[in-house]
């Protein structure tokens, strides 16, 4: 069996310092979940914006309710629902931000 040679080009890897590394592997999850984790808990209040609505839709239609005020409610419920849920995305995603920066800021 012949040896198995690398191309001249390519990147030589030491294994030898596995910390080393599990902290650069550790670090790029990291940014990438955090990354991701936006996207979700997007999803998820537009998922709470639309069930809202929905409940509030079909509670008053259950109820004999008039239709252009159950209309009128739901709306109103779905419409806050989404206003207050990008507000704490909006937040939650500005104190992550700023924590990011605190902790690079006590590393220096």
Known sequence: MARFTPHPDQLPLNW???EAIDVIVEQRLAERFEAESFQWRFRLVMIETVM???LVL???LLLKQPMMMVLRASL???GSCLAT???LLSLSAG???LMSR???WRRR
Request: net charge positive.
């Open 16 to 18: 030898s310092d596995n």
């Open 52 to 54: 809202m609505g929905t």
């Open 58 to 60: 079909v509670a008053g």
């Open 76 to 78: 109103l419920v779905a």
């Open 85 to 87: 849920g990008l507000l």
């Open 95 to 97: 104190t992550a931000k």
């Open 102 to 104: 605190l902790r690079r």
